[in-house]
T-cell receptor
Framework: EDQVTQSPEALRLQEGESSSLNCSYT??????LFWYRQDPGKGPEFLFT???AGEEKEKERLKATLTKKESFLHITAPKPEDSATYLC????????????FGSGTQLTVLP | EAQVTQNPRYLITVTGKKLTVTCSQN?????MSWYRQDPGLGLRQIYY???????DKGDVPEGYKVSRKEKRNFPLILESPSPNQTSLYFC??????????????FGPGTRLTVL
């Protein structure tokens, strides 16, 4: 059974304090790993797609990396506006059901 | 503006009273899906549709129905709601059902409470 585990569940950082969020996955062939950001009261917003081990993608203060077993979302010098829940999802190869989500990491960046 | 819309945004109802949550997208996407989000459980897929008149069960389909008569609309139907269906519901759409990229666009969510 496909499984996605995110850690930590919650993370509090001071503004400017860099850190990483972890997404561990077990899947029968990976067709893509996705990161989403979700603000309170809103739907998830797409950030990145990673397809193969070793791939990296960046957007502003965020950088996503992928290995064969996990993905990291690195946040460099975060700002309070980066506070949100970050969701990881995987798409197994051969699956028509598309995405299996983790339960997310709630990030709070304090000014 | 490209978007996925859901209505209503908030709904309080009673056990057994049939309800429909509408979802519409204006991006001509083939794929549409419904999720529910519960604390500690993440987003779980209820039903999905690969295209018009093509629907299939996700991970938690019990107690729900869907239909896809038009490409832009994908309503979620609860024939006899129960309290365990109290949740936050999201509709999503995607521009392709195959291929490598799979960005999903999510609606704003519908918070449903079943008393």
């Amino acid at each position: 059974e496909d499984q996605v585990t995110q850690s930590p569940e919650a993370l509090r950082l001071q503004e400017g304090e860099s850190s990483s969020l972890n997404c561990s996955y077990t899947v029968s062939g990976l067709r893509g790993l996705f990161w989403y950001r979700q603000d309170p009261g809103k739907g998830p917003e797409f950030l990145f797609t990673l397809y193969s081990a070793g791939e990296e993608k960046e957007k502003e203060r965020l950088k996503a990396t992928l290995t064969k077993k996990e993905s990291f979302l690195h946040i460099t010098a975060p700002k309070p506006e980066d506070s949100a829940t970050y969701l990881c999802a995987v798409r197994p190869s051969g699956s028509a059901r598309q995405l299996t989500f983790g339960s997310g990491t709630q990030l709070t960046v304090l000014p | 503006e490209a978007q996925v819309t859901q209505n209503p945004r908030y709904l309080i109802t009673v056990t057994g009273k049939k309800l429909t949550v509408t979802c519409s997208q204006n991006m001509n996407h083939e794929y549409m899906s419904w999720y529910r989000q519960d604390p500690g459980l993440g987003l779980r897929q209820i039903y999905y549709s690969m295209n018009v008149e093509v629907t299939d069960k996700g991970d938690v389909p019990e107690g729900y129905k869907v239909s896809r008569k038009e490409k832009r609309n994908f309503p979620l139907i609860l024939e006899s709601p129960s309290p365990n269906q109290t949740s936050l519901y999201f509709c999503a759409s995607s521009p392709t059902t195959s291929g490598l990229y799979n960005e999903q666009f999510f609606g704003p969510g519908t918070r449903l409470t079943v008393l």
